[in-house]
């Protein structure tokens, strides 16, 4: 990833920019990175604040040949990727995946990602997987200060945005290539079970009209979210954002 790079001062969203690139043909693993954002947008409609000179700001083009119904396992293999790479980077941060597509660190979101797929005339479809990573974030902005956290909040240092950035791209790349060759997520679901947040706990799933409730189980290989409800069903849960109950 990222042999066609760009870097913008300021853009609007890289995800946009990354989608009118990958709508002119732009190749597999171009890369789109921006300073700052003036409309970075986050899941369910949500803005994302993307403040020049701290963060990461970062959308990758994909075009997976594969089915499009594999296409939502995308995000876990991304956020994979980019909890190891952090991890590995920034030893002693103590980071958890939280499904469907977030970092957390201490219970607030270290990274969001949001994945955004197109078809094209030609049938074919191209994935945007575009990630925020609060790296020198500090302070957090006070309206975000309960939900966002930082690298540097959590461990006192400074990094390096280029080389968190570079281990995040070699890992994704390496993570992909592996999925491409796979029928589904089973290969790396040791991975996302043993550094889950929701693991075992009680949660309440917020979907568009409804709201679910249960023990989580762990995932199914397509990436979906298992949930014991109190009268003993196991739903299996394919999107919503997930919220611990208080015990
Ligand atoms: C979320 O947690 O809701 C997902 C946030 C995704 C933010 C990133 S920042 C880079 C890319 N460009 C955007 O406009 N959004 C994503």
Request: with cysteine.
């Amino acid at each position: 990833f990222g042999r066609n790079f760009i870097y913008l001062e300021s853009i609007d969203s890289t995800n946009l920019r990354a989608r009118a690139s990958a709508r002119e043909g732009a190749v597999e693993g171009t890369v789109v990175v921006a300073d700052s954002q003036t409309e970075g947008r986050g899941r369910m409609r949500r803005a994302w604040v993307s403040p020049a000179g701290v963060n990461l700001y970062c959308s990758i083009v994909l075009r997976p040949p594969v089915p499009s119904i594999r296409v939502p396992e995308i995000p876990l293999v991304a956020a994979a990727a980019i909890h190891e790479a952090v991890t590995q980077e920034c030893p002693g941060l103590a980071a958890f995946i939280k499904w469907p597509n977030d970092i957390i660190t201490g219970g607030r979101k270290l990274c969001g990602i949001l994945c955004e797929m197109e078809s094209e005339p030609d049938c074919t479809h191209f994935v945007v997987v575009g990630f925020g990573l609060n790296v020198n974030l500090d302070p957090v902005p006070e309206e975000l200060r309960k939900i966002a956290t930082s690298i540097a909040i959590e461990t006192g240092l400074r990094m390096s945005r280029a080389r968190l950035l570079a281990a995040v791209l070699n890992r994704f790349e390496q993570l992909y290539r592996d999925w491409l060759e796979k029928e589904n997520l089973a290969f790396i679901l040791p991975y996302l079970e043993a550094h889950s947040w929701l693991k075992g706990r009680e949660l309440k799933i917020e979907q568009f009209n409804t709201v679910l409730t249960g023990t989580e189980a762990g995932l199914s290989p397509q990436g979906h979210l298992l949930l014991r409800t109190v009268d003993g069903a196991l739903l299996s849960v394919t999107s919503g954002e997930a919220h611990l109950l208080p015990v």
